[in-house]
């Protein structure tokens, strides 16, 4: 099938960063022309005049299922949110997994998010619910130490079976994670990263979220947590680290020498008030690929990558009394074609070029917060006043998941009207 996507301003995001005005066209799940006047016959034909046609985000931290416990710890102290999400995670059941990845993925497609970097147990239920839902799920199984576990089995063996499970399927891209150093001990770190590297999969883990975490480890181990994975042989150019706010110097330089990605999550870490900002100059200097993530919806209560990549852009600039840092382009570099680099598919998604799958979000020209609108703002518009709701169309991978802002997927009222009973259900105890 071949769709035209006529007249619009596209942002390819590719290695120039061209914007160039005409056609985009889909053939099947790939992208055959971008840019120019299309004069072959398609099967569907989208008037884009005006508006913006932009790669899909990558939202490369997540926590997907969690998006039915929105309101549930909010305003309260770290270890105390900690002691209620770990009692409400080990009630959970399939059905709300099921209705809470849909919720959320429904969230994230109608926010132009195509692809998501998730780290949850369980993830065969949310494999199912993500394909139902028609976007791209990176699902890590997130590992830890057996003794600390809800889980039946090793989580290492679960990762793994989960993997056997669902590679080769599409859009899935079945992967392992780690909880943290605080519940990995260096068996579990080792195994984790062993089994990614052998698979060559992406591994998503948090990293340095908390003062916290690192002084409870150097009490320890004698080092802070990047320090202490590099001794082990564990640090690694396949891994994405959430959080990493509480970084020195000498880890950044380590973990840019292992070619490691981070997944900044500015809006959680403000909200939980785990202090610490995210050294994003610094990454950039020294090699560290630097993605964006959200965080699950009981952190951050969004999944909005809009507001998360503004977000970032301002903690960056507030922080070090400096405008001039993190400015709108490399902000949506962070938004896309880094996050594809991140889960190891930056020849296939983050930007629109011949050849790459369709990841494609259509967003009104018209909408007064995006205008004016020229070549010469459009980079600073996506960044800095597009929200959400100014997406009109999705494609993932050459499907159309959203159209005129409405899911064509899901049956999104009695995903929405489930929602309620679960968060009741979970919450209300």
């Given at each position: 099938m071949?769709?035209?996507?006529r007249d619009g301003w596209i942002v390819t995001q590719n290695a120039n960063r061209d914007i160039v005005r005409g056609d985009l066209v889909i053939d099947g799940e790939r992208i055959l022309q971008v840019g120019g006047k299309y004069n072959g016959t398609a099967d569907r034909e989208i008037d884009a005049k005006g508006d913006i046609v932009m790669p899909g985000m990558i939202n490369t931290h997540t926590h997907v299922a969690m998006s039915v416990m929105k309101g549930v710890v909010d305003d309260v102290t770290f270890p105390d949110f900690l002691d209620k999400v770990f009692k409400i995670d080990s009630d959970r059941?399939?059905?709300?997994?099921?209705?809470?990845?849909?919720l959320g993925c429904m969230e994230m497609m109608r926010g132009g998010t195509t692809t998501f970097m998730d780290l949850y147990y369980s993830e065969d239920v949310i494999a199912k619910a993500t394909q139902a839902a028609g976007i791209r799920g990176v699902l890590c199984w997130c590992t830890l130490d057996e003794d600390k576990t809800t889980q039946n089995g090793n989580p290492v063996d679960n990762a793994k079976r989960f993997y056997g499970q669902f590679k080769g399927q599409r859009k899935i891209i079945p992967s392992i994670g780690l909880q943290g150093v605080y519940v990995c001990n260096e068996e579990t770190c080792v195994r984790a990263v062993e089994f990614a590297k052998e698979k060559d999969l992406?591994?998503?883990?948090?990293?340095?979220?908390t003062r916290g975490e690192v002084n409870n480890l150097k009490k320890e181990k004698g080092l802070r947590?990047?320090?202490?994975l590099n001794?082990?042989?564990a640090l690694d150019g396949h891994m994405v680290a959430a959080h990493s706010a509480w970084l020195t110097m000498n880890e950044v330089r380590l973990m840019g020498q292992a070619g490691m990605s981070v997944a900044l999550c500015p809006v959680s870490n403000m909200k939980l008030a785990t202090g610490g900002v995210a050294p994003v100059p610094e990454f950039f200097?020294?090699?560290?690929?630097?993605?964006?993530g959200t965080d699950g919806n009981t952190t951050n209560n969004s999944l909005d990558m809009f507001a998360e990549m503004k977000t970032c852009g301002l903690l960056q600039k507030s922080s070090r009394w400096d405008p001039t840092v993190t400015p709108a382009q490399q902000l949506l570099d962070i938004a896309t074609i880094n996050g594809a680099k991140a889960v190891g598919m930056a020849d296939?998604?983050?930007?629109?070029?011949?050849?790459?799958?369709a990841d494609v979000a259509i967003l009104d020209g018209k909408a007064p917060n995006l205008r004016p609108l020229v070549p010469e703002n459009i980079v600073a518009n996506i960044a800095y006043s597009a929200s959400s709701f100014n997406v009109k169309t999705v494609f993932c991978q050459g499907d159309m998941v959203v159209d005129g802002a409405k899911i064509l997927t899901l049956d999104t009222d009695a995903v929405l009207d489930a929602s309620?009973?679960?968060?009741?259900s979970l919450c209300l105890r």
């Amino acid at each position: 099938m071949i769709t035209a996507i006529r007249d619009g301003w596209i942002v390819t995001q590719n290695a120039n960063r061209d914007i160039v005005r005409g056609d985009l066209v889909i053939d099947g799940e790939r992208i055959l022309q971008v840019g120019g006047k299309y004069n072959g016959t398609a099967d569907r034909e989208i008037d884009a005049k005006g508006d913006i046609v932009m790669p899909g985000m990558i939202n490369t931290h997540t926590h997907v299922a969690m998006s039915v416990m929105k309101g549930v710890v909010d305003d309260v102290t770290f270890p105390d949110f900690l002691d209620k999400v770990f009692k409400i995670d080990s009630d959970r059941t399939d059905r709300d997994l099921d209705i809470g990845t849909k919720l959320g993925c429904m969230e994230m497609m109608r926010g132009g998010t195509t692809t998501f970097m998730d780290l949850y147990y369980s993830e065969d239920v949310i494999a199912k619910a993500t394909q139902a839902a028609g976007i791209r799920g990176v699902l890590c199984w997130c590992t830890l130490d057996e003794d600390k576990t809800t889980q039946n089995g090793n989580p290492v063996d679960n990762a793994k079976r989960f993997y056997g499970q669902f590679k080769g399927q599409r859009k899935i891209i079945p992967s392992i994670g780690l909880q943290g150093v605080y519940v990995c001990n260096e068996e579990t770190c080792v195994r984790a990263v062993e089994f990614a590297k052998e698979k060559d999969l992406p591994l998503n883990f948090h990293l340095s979220e908390t003062r916290g975490e690192v002084n409870n480890l150097k009490k320890e181990k004698g080092l802070r947590p990047a320090e202490w994975l590099n001794s082990i042989g564990a640090l690694d150019g396949h891994m994405v680290a959430a959080h990493s706010a509480w970084l020195t110097m000498n880890e950044v330089r380590l973990m840019g020498q292992a070619g490691m990605s981070v997944a900044l999550c500015p809006v959680s870490n403000m909200k939980l008030a785990t202090g610490g900002v995210a050294p994003v100059p610094e990454f950039f200097a020294n090699g560290v690929n630097v993605s964006l993530g959200t965080d699950g919806n009981t952190t951050n209560n969004s999944l909005d990558m809009f507001a998360e990549m503004k977000t970032c852009g301002l903690l960056q600039k507030s922080s070090r009394w400096d405008p001039t840092v993190t400015p709108a382009q490399q902000l949506l570099d962070i938004a896309t074609i880094n996050g594809a680099k991140a889960v190891g598919m930056a020849d296939s998604i983050g930007s629109l070029e011949t050849g790459k799958y369709a990841d494609v979000a259509i967003l009104d020209g018209k909408a007064p917060n995006l205008r004016p609108l020229v070549p010469e703002n459009i980079v600073a518009n996506i960044a800095y006043s597009a929200s959400s709701f100014n997406v009109k169309t999705v494609f993932c991978q050459g499907d159309m998941v959203v159209d005129g802002a409405k899911i064509l997927t899901l049956d999104t009222d009695a995903v929405l009207d489930a929602s309620e009973d679960i968060w009741r259900s979970l919450c209300l105890r």
